[in-house]
C-alpha cells in the first residue's frame, strides 16, 4: 500500500500548506513562531527525502493493527488486566518501601554496652558513626543575683518583625 501513494506530492503540498500557515504565525505572533511553524512544515518533506517515510509509514500500521486487534480479543483484554494489576502492585509497594525507609530512619538509642564517650564511635543500627560533641554546661546562676536578660535576637528576627506585625493587624496569628 505503501508504494500506491504518490509520497512526494502530498509531502510537498503539506510542507507548502505548513509554510503558508507558518507565515500567518509570523505575522501575528512574531518571528520565534513563526519560525518554529517553518520547522514543523519541512519535517513531511525531510521524511520523503531521507527515505524515513516508510519506516514511519510501517510503524503506524504496526500501531493501528494492534490497537484494532486488541479491541476484539479477550485474550488480550486479560493482559491489559494483569499489566494494570502489576502497576498498581508496583506502586503499593513503593509506599510500602518509602514508610520502612521513614519509620527506620526515625532517631535510635545507642546500643546497650556501646561507648557514649566523646570522640568513640557509637554503634546504632549496624553502623558506626560519630556522636555530636558535647556542648559545655553553662554556668549556674549565683544566688541574689539578678535574671540574667535573654540573648538579643539574631537580625533575622528584625526582618520579619514587619511582616508579624502585618499579620497581627490583619488579624492573622
Known sequence: MFDQIAWLP????????GLVLSFLAMR???????????????LPLA?????????????GTAIA?????MAFYPKVWAGVAVTGLS??????????RGR????????ETPAVGASAAPGRPVASGGAVTQPLPRRKAAPAAKPGAPAAKPAAKPAADD???DIEDILKRRGIG
Do not use: E, K, N
Not at 10 to 17: D, I, K, Q, S
Not at 87 to 96: M, N
Not at 100 to 107: G, K, M, T, V
Open 10 to 17: 502530498l509531502c510537498a503540498g503539506v510542507t507548502g500548506v
Open 28 to 42: 501575528r505572533r512574531g518571528a520565534v513562531a513563526g519560525l518554529r511553524g517553518v520547522a514543523w512544515s519541512l
Open 47 to 59: 521524511a520523503y527525502l531521507t527515505g524515513a517515510l516508510s519506516t514511519l509509514w510501517q510503524i
Open 65 to 69: 493493527g494492534f490497537l484494532t486487534g
Open 87 to 96: 502497576v498498581v502492585l508496583f506502586l503499593v509497594t513503593g509506599v510500602l
Open 100 to 107: 520502612r525507609r521513614a519509620r527506620s530512619a526515625a532517631p
Open 159 to 161: 526582618d520579619f518583625s
